[in-house]
């Protein structure tokens, strides 16, 4: 089955060309030239990457990706723009963008990026101890990657984003373990990037800060190194 790609640019010709090139790559490619147009488009079928320009004639890109994230916070998507601002590069990190490619880019990179989301959404480590279960305990810590939720002893539950969760869940299947930077960046988001890496800092803050009512569970920094997830007990 071919990977599905929702495109959204309003470029003709640009967009065209790489819709083009996609299919000939084996993917299938819904192409969209407004942002409106993609988000009914995204209600109505199941993608496994929206692909998003930020310049779009009837809204930004960003504010599609937070349109798209409120309804479905598992979507992988990334940004194409012409706009190499550092922080239009962090917002899009931190809507829980997965890629961010500047305008004009390399078509192959583009469609070997795309090949490593699809490979990383096939290939996982097992964590959980069934394939229906997607929950896990680690002493007063529950997490469940489906909800995206993030539970501390008998408080609430916590909304995690997308790239949090898949972050803390890298974390549990490397528990007790000292995992470096590098490692996190390229196994959990696929590219050892200097933005990431400031995203990453951002998420790790953030995930610390909800952990620090557990008794025994923390993200400790290794100097120079990564980070470990120490974790007393699990279950």
């Given at each position: 089955m071919k990977p599905k790609i929702l495109y959204i640019e309003d470029e003709q010709d640009l967009g065209g060309v790489t819709k083009q090139y996609l299919d000939l790559m084996e993917f299938e490619v819904t192409w969209c030239l407004s942002g409106e147009s993609a988000y009914n488009a995204f209600l109505n079928d199941t993608f496994n990457i929206v692909v998003i320009d930020i310049q779009l004639p009837d809204m930004d890109g960003f504010s599609l990706a937070k349109r798209i994230v409120d309804h479905d916070k598992d979507v992988y998507f990334l940004f194409l723009t012409a706009r190499n601002l550092k922080q239009d590069k962090m917002k899009g990190l931190l809507l829980g963008a997965i890629d961010y490619i500047v305008k004009p880019f390399d078509i192959d990179e583009?469609?070997?990026?795309?090949?490593?989301?699809?490979?990383?959404?096939?290939?996982?480590?097992?964590?959980?101890?069934?394939?229906?279960e997607k929950t896990v305990k680690l002493d007063d810590v529950v997490f469940n990657s489906d909800k995206l939720s993030l539970s501390v002893g008998n408080g609430p539950s916590t909304m995690l984003t997308l790239r949090e969760a898949e972050l803390f869940e890298y974390f549990c299947k490397n528990k007790n373990s000292i995992i470096k930077r590098e490692d996190i960046l390229i196994n959990v988001w696929g590219e050892d990037d200097y933005f990431l890496g400031r995203s990453l800092d951002v998420f790790v803050s953030r995930l610390r800060k909800l952990l620090s009512k557990s008794k025994s569970i923390k993200i400790e920094n290794v100097y120079g190194v990564g980070f470990i997830l120490s974790a007393s007990d699990s279950k």
């Open positions: 583009l469609v070997l990026r795309m090949k490593n989301i699809v490979s990383k959404q096939l290939i996982t480590k097992p964590l959980y101890s069934s394939p229906n």
